[in-house]
Antibody, heavy 117, light 108 residues
Framework: QVQLQESGPGLVEPSETLSLTCAVS?????????WTWIRQPPGKGLEWIGE???????KYNPSLESRLTISLDKSKNQFSLKLISVTAADTALYYC??????????WGRGTLVTVSS | EIVLTQSPGTLSLSPGERATLSCRAS???????LSWYQQTPGQAPRLLIY???NRATGIPDRFSGSGSGTDFALTISRLEPEDFAVYYC?????????FGQGTKLEIK
């Protein structure tokens, strides 16, 4: 059974860097698949952040691309997100997911990140 | 960016009734790239439908998806109490994904 678990600081100061990790169990990040980050501001809808393939190819939301890096750590079976220069608009519940085909089949429970001083 | 517009924003129905949720794309998309998710309070979204009309594993057959081009729909044939939730459509196109803004299905 595929399980994903997000982790990282729950509070980030404005202009700093948001860093999250998604630990994967029940599947290998080296297997053919795409691994995705999605976020949901409190009380709002879902926003696709970006994804990374098992071979390290990345695709990013154009609105975030200039601030975003998604990476893969095959030795730890996890993938990560870094978002620089954060503002209050980046406050959200951040989910990681494993793609099925062109959909997100398995989801983590999400981790809330608040941007505030 | 392909914009998905869902309607209605809120749908009020009773258990046992039929629900039809709409998702319209700003340009034509492949049916292969259209999915539907259900989100209940405090939970991560759950994949219901992929490829516009294919039920994900474990999804009851009262859920069905249809459509092509720019117009897609999710139908729930007979509403169960656990079906009252928020539903999102999602598409892949132009090398990125977008979600609709969601339809809240509430108990009348």
């Amino acid at each position: 059974q595929v399980q994903l678990q997000e982790s990282g600081p729950g509070l980030v100061e404005p202009s700093e860097t948001l860093s999250l990790t998604c630990a994967v169990s029940g599947a290998s990040v080296s297997s053919i698949s795409w691994w995705t980050w999605i976020r949901q501001p409190p009380g709002k809808g879902l926003e696709w952040i970006g994804e990374i393939s098992n071979s390290g190819i990345t695709k990013y939301n154009p609105s975030l691309e200039s601030r975003l890096t998604i990476s893969l750590d095959k030795s730890k079976n996890q993938f990560s997100l870094k978002l620089i220069s954060v503002t209050a608009a980046d406050t959200a519940l951040y989910y990681c997911a494993k793609n099925g085909g062109f959909d997100m089949l398995y989801w983590g429970r999400g981790t809330l990140v608040t941007v505030s001083s | 960016e392909i914009v998905l517009t869902q309607s209605p924003g809120t749908l009020s129905l009773s258990p046992g009734e039929r629900a039809t949720l709409s998702c319209r794309a700003s340009q034509s998309i492949s049916s292969n790239y259209l999915s539907w998710y259900q989100q209940t309070p405090g939970q991560a979204p759950r994949l219901l439908i992929y490829g516009a009309s294919n039920r994900a594993t474990g999804i009851p057959d009262r859920f069905s998806g249809s459509g092509s081009g720019t117009d897609f729909a999710l139908t729930i044939s007979r509403l169960e109490p656990e079906d009252f939730a928020v539903y999102y459509c999602q598409q892949f196109g132009l090398s990125s994904y977008t979600f609709g803004q969601g339809t809240k299905l509430e108990i009348k």
